[in-house]
């Protein structure tokens, strides 16, 4: 599946709708973005949030690796989930992995009450799951960005 959106508030309206057919009841949900600086990966994590019910305000975890934020139980579509990860590989160059499992993915990875979202996943790419859903991010030039998702 994919579409063009022609401002940021498409690609956050985007990640508002599609989290809720995304999420399975029955194990976690790992979301893998991939995509260039600027291509709208943080910007569709908000909205992502937004569909979770989150209230906090998202925002880039480029300096700290990895954020977690609480679920809060308001749509039953959600309701087995209790926490949204939210991972940015952007500054790791060596031993993605290795930093990776020091965040504690092995741990975080297979419980099926979370819901993992990474930016620049295609650097951790032998670390995250099979099951992964991967977005790939686009941009068009000026406002225009193509989201693509490559469903499990
Ligand atoms: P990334 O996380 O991929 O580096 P960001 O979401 O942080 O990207 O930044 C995207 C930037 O592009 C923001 O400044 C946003 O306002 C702007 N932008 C313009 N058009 C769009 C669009 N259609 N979708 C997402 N962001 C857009
Ligand atoms: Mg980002």
Partial sequence: MEIITNS???TKEFGKKIITDLVVDTGPLIIALTGDLGSGKTTFVQGLAKGLGIKRRIV???FILMRQ???PKVDHKTSTK???FHIDLYRLEENVESEMRNLGTDEIFPDSENIIVIEWAEKGK?????DAVWIK???LGGDKRKIEVIER
């Fill in 8 to 10: 940021a508030k498409k």
């Fill in 60 to 62: 880039s975890p480029t």
């Fill in 69 to 71: 934020y609480l679920v």
């Fill in 82 to 84: 209790n926490h949204l």
């Fill in 126 to 130: 032998g670390a995250i799951p099979k």
């Fill in 137 to 139: 991010f686009e941009n």
